[in-house]
């Protein structure tokens, strides 16, 4: 039975029995479980398709609780909790953090007016993440985006900015999320100079990747120049960091919202072997404008489509969905008769 939800955040209650059943409380994995254990149903084409053969659904603030006041009609929607997504196919996520004056980054929009979350911390978030990947050892690889989001943190009480502190996203990481299951730029650069120039040698095979995850930070300003600092190809990072051009010594990952927009620039960086995750809808829109943009999206072909709505909502019609079900291999990326148990085996 497929999850359904209003737009309230009363659904939110039934959605957290549901993930509860199988991860437990969502601030649980603050502390990088034990190992997990390795795939043993491999896909027929495992040692052929590498990670960005891959396309799948993402979601936008994956965090989201829709708040009791409405500030603005885009806040009017509930993500449900990260594990049940993972559960219907999402594979990208994307995480806005804040830097409370304790240390701990915490996990939500915007201060006062739309502060509610399903994990309220980065430890947790990653925690309810990675409970679902020791149970499903055999999934193809996530991403999660993480956007620095304290515009106005300085006049919060609680908050600080997160300059200066850009480099701790690393431990923060590797204490929820063991190193020797992400997926760095190390593992993409290798012995090359440049993150690009290994994306274009190749990318790990999705043998490697089953069970992994890769992280990226989706800044191009302060943020990024300061996690960049002593590592401008990211030599020694956790994190990959949104590019500009695909010449960027660090050019890897890219978030490009409007896919219809840039649609030339999206099939040539897939076709290069970029990751590319866009926005695909809005929960601010109706059915109509948001089946029209998903499909012009998915037309532009981006590896990770990133929606506000990837279950039912009462009383509307839109779901985001791939044709075939996702992940599922790159229409642009793989030849015609890779089906959905290559991508990840039935046996996950």
């Not at 990675?130 to 999660?144: G, K, Q, Y």
């Not at 490697?208 to 800044?219: F, H, P, Q, V």
């Amino acid at each position: 039975m497929p999850v359904v939800c209003s737009r309230v955040p009363l659904c939110l209650g039934a959605l957290l029995v549901l993930a509860s059943a199988c991860s437990g409380p969502a601030e649980s994995g603050d502390t990088a479980p034990a190992e997990a254990p390795r795939c043993e149903a491999t896909g027929a084409m495992d040692d052929v398709l590498t990670v960005p053969d891959v396309q799948a659904l993402g979601t936008h603030n994956s965090y989201h609780v829709e708040p009791d006041t409405l500030f603005d009609a885009s806040h009017a929607y509930t993500q449900p909790p990260l594990d049940v997504q993972a559960g219907v196919g999402v594979r990208a996520f994307e995480l806005d953090v804040h830097l409370g004056d304790d240390g701990v980054f915490r996990v939500f929009h915007l201060p006062a007016i739309d502060d509610v979350s399903t994990c309220d911390t980065l430890g947790g978030c990653l925690g309810v993440l990675r409970t679902w990947s020791l149970a499903h050892p055999c999934h193809s690889p996530l991403t999660v985006w993480i956007e620095p989001k304290d515009d106005i943190d300085a006049a919060v009480e609680g908050l600080v900015p997160l300059a200066g502190h850009l480099a701790e996203l690393d431990d923060a990481i590797t204490a929820a999320w063991p190193r020797e299951r992400l997926i760095t730029p190390d593992d993409v650069r290798g012995d090359r100079a440049t993150v690009p120039e290994g994306v274009a040698a190749g990318w790990p095979s999705l043998a490697d990747a089953r069970g992994k995850l890769l992280i990226a930070l989706l800044d191009d300003g302060e943020a990024r120049a300061e996690y960049l600092t002593g590592a401008p190809a990211l030599e020694g990072r956790v994190l990959f960091v949104n590019s500009d051009t695909a010449a960027d010594p660090f050019a890897a990952t890219f978030k490009i919202d409007d896919a219809p927009g840039n649609a030339a620039q999206v099939g040539e960086l897939v076709a290069a072997g970029f990751l590319v995750t866009s926005n695909v809808d809005s929960a601010g829109d109706d059915d109509a404008t948001n089946t029209a943009r998903f499909e012009a999206s998915l037309a532009a072909g981006p590896n990770n489509l990133a929606s506000d709505q990837v279950v039912a909502v009462e009383g509307e019609a839109y779901v985001a969905a791939l044709p075939g079900g996702a992940p599922r291999c790159h229409p642009a990326r793989v030849p015609a008769g890779c089906g959905a148990d290559v991508i990840e085996p039935a046996a996950r």
